[in-house]
C-alpha cells in the first residue's frame, strides 16, 4: 500500500497567523482528503482534492499529484482551528483509506 | 444533516463486559469501515465491507467482529473488552473515492 507522511507534526500559531501544512505520498494516487479532527474527536471533511487547487473561505488546499503532495493552507487562523489535521488517499484497487500520521495544530489567543 | 451516525457518543463499559457500537447511514453507500483510533495516533481499520463482502484486517484482534445486517447498519462487537481498547472508535462510508466518517463512539473501560 501506499505510505503517506505530514509534516509538521506540532505546529503552534497565534491567532491571526498563517500557516502551510504538507502531505507527502508514497506512489500516484488520483484522490487524496484532508480532515479536521476537531476537540471532541469527529473527523470533519475539509477537501476532497485529488489534483488542483480548492478554497473554501480561509482554508484552500492544493494537490500536485505527479509530485506526490499536497498542501493545506489556513490563513488568519482562528482558536476554533485548533486540533488535529490529517491527509488520506486511497491507494489503487485498495479499499482501504491510508492516513497520514497528522498535525497537531494549536492556535492561542 | 448527519450522514454517518455513530451510537452512542461515549461508552462506558466494564472490564470483559461484551459491547456492542453502532453505526448508521443514510447515503447508501456500498462500502463501510471500523477504525479504531488511539489518542495522539491515526486512525487504524479493523475491518470494511464491500455490500456483504467482509474484510478483516490481519492484525484486527479476534475480540472484535462485526455485523452488517442491511446497506445502512454495521455494528461493532467487542466480545470482551480489555482496558488497552478504550479508544476512539470511527465509522466511515465510501463514495467512489471519498471517505465520509461519523462523530466516533469514545470508550472507555473501568
Known amino acids: 500500500g501506499i505510505q503517506v507522511e505530514q509534516s509538521p507534526p506540532d505546529l503552534i500559531l497565534q491567532e491571526g497567523a498563517n500557516s502551510t501544512l504538507r502531505c507527502n505520498f508514497s506512489d500516484s494516487v488520483n484522490n487524496l482528503q484532508w480532515f479536521h479532527q476537531n476537540p471532541w474527536g469527529q473527523l470533519i471533511n475539509l477537501f476532497y482534492?485529488?489534483?488542483g487547487t480548492k478554497q473554501n473561505g480561509r482554508l484552500s488546499a492544493t494537490t500536485v499529484a505527479t509530485e506526490r503532495y499536497s498542501l493545506l493552507y489556513i490563513s488568519s487562523s482562528q482558536t476554533t482551528d485548533s486540533g488535529v489535521y490529517f491527509c488520506?488517499?486511497?491507494?489503487?484497487?485498495?479499499?482501504?483509506?491510508?492516513f497520514g500520521s497528522g498535525t497537531q495544530l494549536t492556535v492561542l489567543p | 444533516d448527519a450522514m454517518v451516525i455513530q451510537n452512542p457518543r461515549y461508552q462506558v463499559t466494564q472490564f470483559g463486559k461484551p459491547v456492542t457500537l453502532s453505526c448508521s447511514q443514510t447515503?447508501?453507500?456500498?462500502?463501510m469501515y471500523w477504525y479504531q483510533q488511539k489518542s495522539s495516533q491515526a486512525p487504524k481499520l479493523l475491518f470494511h465491507?464491500?455490500?456483504?463482502?467482509?474484510?478483516n484486517e490481519a492484525d484486527t484482534p479476534d475480540n472484535f467482529q462485526s455485523r452488517r445486517p442491511n446497506t445502512s447498519f454495521c455494528f461493532l462487537d467487542i466480545r470482551s473488552p480489555g482496558l488497552g481498547d478504550a479508544a476512539m472508535y470511527l465509522c466511515?462510508?465510501?463514495?467512489?473515492?471519498?471517505?465520509?466518517f461519523g462523530q466516533g463512539t469514545r470508550l472507555t473501560v473501568v
Open positions: 488520506a488517499a486511497f491507494s489503487g484497487s485498495a479499499r482501504q483509506l491510508t
Open positions: 482534492i485529488p489534483s
Open positions: 466511515a462510508t465510501r463514495r467512489q473515492a471519498e471517505a465520509f
Open positions: 447515503l447508501n453507500h456500498n462500502v
Open positions: 465491507y464491500y455490500d456483504k463482502d467482509f474484510n
